[in-house]
């Protein structure tokens, strides 16, 4: 199972709206609704920002959102914080393995 | 409050065995799939293998079926990743989360994840 393509960078200016893509193909991403996108901090673990494409867990800022059309997904943040500097990853359900993370997504607050 | 504190990590000879263990608590463990994710050092993440609720059903990425075995123990809120045959390429950071949804199944995501143990396998 190839790992889900994310762009390796995303960069943004404070209070902007940046996008993060992950494109997959009709045996994941297009075929389900059970995208999930990850935040890693450095040096931290993971946190699950949003899952079943656009639900956000308790907690996390609605900035966060989330949608897909076909077989890419999106997740967007919307006015960008200082704080929202992380690693991104995508991740969803595929037919055979059952579970597949993207390349994962630099986010720079410049 | 959930927690999960993941051990057993450490230098180990290519070939050679090596047993991760989860502790949790914060959550009743037995209504909850476990899943191990591994993080290689200034890399991406990778899904590793999955367990059920009542442990009955396992699932386990390509890269490692037939060589890890993931297992629980419920009466002691744990969860294991036995790992033998260690290659170079099994080198990372070892991650234990939680099921999102109760009694989840292979579709649920992780929430949340430990701080991860480091595995290095070299000779």
């Known amino acids: 199972q190839s790992a889900l393509t994310q762009p390796a960078s995303v960069s943004g200016s404070p209070g902007q709206s940046i996008t993060i893509s992950c494109t997959g193909t009709?045996?994941?991403?297009?075929?389900?609704?059970?995208v999930s996108w990850y935040q890693q901090h450095p040096g931290k673990a993971p946190k699950l920002m949003i899952y079943?494409?656009?639900y956000r867990p308790s907690g996390v800022s609605n900035r966060f959102s989330g949608s897909k059309s076909g077989n890419t997904a999106s997740l967007t943040i919307s006015g960008l914080q200082t704080e929202d500097e992380a690693d991104y990853y995508c991740s969803s359900y595929t037919s055979t393995s059952p579970y597949v993370f993207g390349t994962g997504t630099k986010v720079t607050v410049v | 409050e959930v927690q999960l504190l993941e051990s057993g990590g450490g230098l180990v000879q290519p070939g050679g065995s090596l047993r991760l263990s989860c502790a949790a608590s914060g959550f009743t463990f037995s209504n909850y799939g476990m899943t191990w994710v591994r993080q290689t050092p200034g890399k991406g993440l990778a899904w590793v293998a999955t367990i059920s609720a009542s442990g009955a059903n396992t699932y386990y990425a390509d890269s490692v079926k037939g060589r890890f075995t993931i297992s629980r123990d419920n009466s002691k809120n744990t969860v294991h990743l036995q790992m033998n045959s260690l290659r170079a390429a099994d080198t990372a950071l070892y991650y234990c989360?939680?099921?999102?949804?109760?009694?989840?199944?292979?579709?649920?995501?992780?929430?949340?994840w430990g701080q991860g143990t480091l595995v290095t396998v070299s000779s």
């Open positions: 079943e494409v656009s």
């Open positions: 989360a939680k099921d999102l949804r109760l009694y989840g199944d292979p579709t649920s995501p992780f929430d949340p």
């Open positions: 009709n045996s994941d991403v297009g075929g389900y609704n059970y």
